[in-house]
């Protein structure tokens, strides 16, 4: 079984950041692709993030140039950092990873960029 754990999540300024980390555990092997998605109410689930096994990112366009996605392979973590964040980043945040074909998802963390 692989569980992965989300946290960092929580209340923000306009123009804060967050970092939101999510941690995998279990049968970890070589992991294909991990990454970040995000569903606000009333709104289609957006792929905010990515990074594929050869290091290689995508960013939806409206994180480009905000928010970084990486990873710490010792700690099978991948992290979210979210500068000059803004309402409309207001959502649910779901990390995944995907290995041997398979995809596993985080419980999810609440981030709200209000005032």
């Known amino acids: 079984q692989v569980q992965l754990v989300e946290s960092g999540g929580g209340l923000v300024q306009p123009g804060g950041s967050l970092r939101l980390s999510c941690a995998a555990s279990?049968?970890?092997?070589?992991?294909?692709?991990m990454g970040w998605y995000r569903q606000a109410p009333g709104k289609q689930r957006e792929l905010v993030a990515s990074l594929n096994s050869g290091g290689g990112t995508d960013y939806a366009d409206s994180a480009k140039g905000r928010f970084t996605i990486s990873r710490d392979n010792a700690k099978n973590t991948v992290y979210l950092q979210m500068n000059s964040l803004k309402p409309e980043d207001t959502a649910v945040y779901y990390c995944y990873i995907s290995q041997l074909g398979r995809t596993y998802w985080g419980q999810g963390t609440q981030v709200t960029v209000s005032s």
């Open positions: 279990g049968r970890i092997f070589s992991i294909n692709a």
